[in-house]
Every structure is written in structure tokens, then in C-alpha cells.
């Protein structure tokens, strides 16, 4: 899409007399980067913060830029929930399809959720800072949660291991996104790869 932005001044003479006056420009913005920018409002101001105008500020166009694309702070939001799911989805997907055929449902979830921390990690921490705002936006992420972690069969034999891996990988991953245990990248990454070990002696 097109923003039209008011902030191109020009001089411009009338006769004997010059003035200043805003030429429109136009910047072209699609809904990604729109979703971006409500990203860094998030990550910089909180989630609290969040609205149509902050998003606009942060983008540096207009408001009915954004409402043109989403009418609503709650649609803004349901914009950022959905790209978020999409993402976790896909890594997932991709992580499923490179490993061995015969590999848990585990394990591609593990790898598929821990490559999308790293490889999206400001648009995670955004995510785990909305939730810790509020208890309405820890619902949607407690939904894809308990969606995901369908493929654990609650009578089968290994189905205590599976909860305490897939628990403590997610724990580990949001530890790590937001900051709250600061440690080299080297040791996060030893970390992962004794979990992953473990998961290994534990899971088929």
C-alpha cells in the first residue's frame, strides 16, 4: 500500500513572497512492516503502549495508514497473534521435514520452536512481553500451547517425558528472549545441546 505523509516541506515563491508549504509524499508500507513497527512500540514502550497512534508515530506516517489496513488496536493485535503462529508454524513444518523420517513429533517441535527464538528473536520478545501485560494476550499463546501439544498421548509410555522436555524447552527459550538469565551464547547453546542429549536417551 501507499501512506501518504505530510512532513515534505518545500519553498515555494508566490509572486514577491516565498512560503513554506507540505508537499505529500508518499511511502510505501505493506502489512508486515506495519506489524513491525508495532513490534518495536512493544519491545521499546511495552505493551500497555500499543495503539494506533503509537503504531503510526513509530512508522512515521499517519494514522489512517494504519486503520486502512487495520481498522482497530484488537485488529492490530489479532494481526500480530496470527504472523506469530504462522512463524512458529513454518519452523516447525521446516524443522519436521529436515530431520530423519521417523523422528517424534518432539523433537521436530523442539528444534522447529528454538530456531524460531533465535532467528525471530525481537519479534519473540515482543510476544513475551504482550503476554506478561496482560492476562487476555497469555490466552492466545496458552491455546497455541495446548494446541501443540496435542501430539503428546497422555497414556503413552514415554508421555511423562515428552510433557518435561516440551515444558522445559519453552521455559529455557523465554529465559533466554527476554534476558532474565544472561549468559554467553556459547553456554545457551551447550545447554540445548545436553537437552537435547537427554531428549535423545529418553525419546524414540
Known amino acids: 500500500m501507499s501512506t501518504c505523509v505530510l512532513n515534505n516541506p518545500l519553498k515555494i515563491k508566490f509572486g514577491l513572497f516565498e512560503r513554506w508549504v507540505h508537499v505529500a509524499r508518499y511511502k510505501k508500507l505493506d502489512k508486515d512492516q506495519l506489524l513491525d513497527a508495532a ?39 489479532e494481526g500480530l497473534f496470527e504472523r506469530w503462529g504462522k512463524d512458529f508454524d513454518w519452523y516447525i513444518e521446516k524443522a519436521r521435514k529436515e530431520m530423519p523420517e521417523g523422528t517424534s513429533e518432539l523433537k521436530a517441535f523442539l528444534h522447529g520452536s528454538r530456531n524460531v527464538h533465535l532467528e525471530k528473536s525481537d519479534r519473540t520478545k515482543a510476544l513475551l512481553i504482550l503476554m506478561s501485560d496482560s492476562a487476555e494476550y497469555r490466552r492466545f499463546s496458552q491455546d497455541w500451547l495446548a494446541e501443540r501439544m496435542r501430539f503428546i498421548e497422555t497414556d503413552a509410555e514415554d508421555s511423562r517425558n515428552q510433557r518435561f522436555f516440551f515444558v522445559l524447552n519453552e521455559a529455557l527459550l523465554a529465559l533466554m528472549s527476554i534476558g532474565l538469565i544472561s549468559l554467553p551464547e556459547h553456554q545457551w547453546d551447550e545447554i540445548f545441546e545436553d537437552l537435547d542429549k537427554l531428549v535423545g536417551d529418553k525419546i524414540k
Open 39 to 77: 513490534e518495536k512500540v512493544i519491545r521499546e514502550r511495552g505493551g500497555h503502549a500499543l495503539s494506533i497512534r503509537s503504531v503510526a508515530e513509530m512508522a512515521g506516517i499517519s494514522k489512517g495508514g494504519i486503520q486502512s489496513n487495520f481498522g482497530s488496536r484488537d485488529a492490530l493485535l
